[in-house]
């Protein structure tokens, strides 16, 4: 069984940054493409960046400048530095990825539970 685990958000004033991280476990024999989504009150889900396996990397034009996502291929992990926070970047923050399990044939897409982030003066 594939896990993606988020952690590292809270509450941060307008300006500041936060580091978030997702790292999968499990019985895992591939990690492919990589992503952060992210979910405001009443909105829906948007893509914030996304990372394949060879690290190319895109971002939504929202965030550009402002957010880096990253992975370690070694820790099974994706982060996602974000910086000059805004108010409007307050949203529940997703990561995802396509894995390829130990013993499957296939690929599928896994969802973390999600991780707040408000940015509030």
């Known amino acids: 069984q594939v896990q993606l685990v988020e952690s590292g958000g809270g509450l941060v004033q307008p300006g500041g940054s936060l580091r978030l991280s997702c790292a999968a476990s499990g019985s895992i024999f591939k990690i492919y493409a990589m992503a952060w989504y992210r979910q405001a009150p009443g909105e829906q889900r948007e893509l914030v960046a996304h990372?394949?396996?060879?690290?190319?990397?895109n971002y939504a034009d929202s965030v550009k400048g402002r957010f880096t996502i990253s992975r370690d291929n070694a820790k099974n992990t994706v982060y996602l530095q974000m910086n000059s926070l805004k108010p409007e970047d307050t949203a529940v923050y997703y990561c995802?990825?396509?894995?390829?399990?130990?013993?499957?044939?296939?690929?599928?897409?896994?969802w973390g539970q999600g991780t707040q982030v408000t940015v509030s003066s």
């Open positions: 995802a990825a396509v894995i390829r399990g130990a013993r499957s044939s296939t690929d599928t897409n896994y």
């Open positions: 990372i394949t396996s060879g690290g190319s990397t």
